[in-house]
């Protein structure tokens, strides 16, 4: 976090020499006198009822209150303008100004982001906040910006399990045979090729479809995702793995960030870090509230991994591990400290 600080260390002379870009401005003399409304659009791909959903719309209350309406956040969820494979690029050209995509989804302008597709690189959260808030998160952010977009957060999706339609999960094995969505990442290709898994690339919004015409036989997200689209409605199994965090990163444009007034900036920086700390909160008490209602529902089978299953995992994912070092390199995969 700390988004000015980070900005300011690693890019003040480019932030000197680089001329305001146009961002979509409105005048609004009730609510803001004289002065413009800054409008900021806010497109995400997964349901208001998440952890995400509800911290962008909280972002978008709390800006407004903070700046007394100068500030106008517009959020758009469900893919209701952009679909995850098109995001990106809307950012990019200020079609948009935030996204918050899955990290995956970055990994191919960001290498580095690649990193936390590894299955099992931590046991809990807090390791992974711990690694994101520091100087890991700071080079990601730097690399961010390298590719027009500044890094605002980095948001909880949730551990990451997986549902599937045709036998229950538990080993490795297990999968081997099926079709899997997987979100676009070198990484996750190599890990569930591994597993002898065919992966499929769907977008969020489509994957519904795509699980209920039997086009895959399964997928991996965190429970707040499976709830609130209703997986649970088109698959048999679930497996509580925590095989992963599906994590967010928050960018803004980065040509739109640097036409705002200093002020702007900051109150965006004061807010988005009270966000995030809800947020957070808010996506472990979503995970514990939607599997408690699929629990009694009884309408998918549930398996919870034991941790020395969870351990066969990570150890059968180690050529991973391997191949992840000499691409990223030994000083920056040490820096992940991963656990052997």
Known sequence: MRIANKIGFVFAAVLLGLLPACAPRVIDHEQVSKNEKIVIRFSHVVGEDTPKGQAARMFAKLMKERTNGKVEVQVFSNSSLYKDSEETDALQQNRIQIIAPATPKLSSLVPELAAFDLPYLYSD????????????????????YQQNMVELAYWDGGMKQFTNSVRPIRTPEDLAGMTMRIMPSAVLDQQFKLLQVTPVEINFNDLYSALTKKQVDGQE???????????????KYLTLSDHGLLGYVVVMNRDFWNSLDPETRRTIS????????????????FEQNNLKAMSNCQCI??????????????EFYQPLYQTMEQKLGTHFFRQLNPQP
């Open 221 to 235: 997200n965190s429970i707040s995702n499976i709830y609130s689209k209703r997986f649970f409605q088109v698959q």
């Open 301 to 314: 089978e549930i398996d919870r991994l034991s941790q020395a299953e969870k351990d066969r995992w990570k």
């Open 270 to 285: 004061l807010v988005m870090q009270e966000v995030t700390d809800w947020e957070r909160q808010q996506a472990v008490q």
């Open 125 to 144: 959260l807090d390791r992974y906040h711990q690694v994101l808030d520091g100087p890991v998160g700071q080079q990601i952010a730097a690399s961010l």
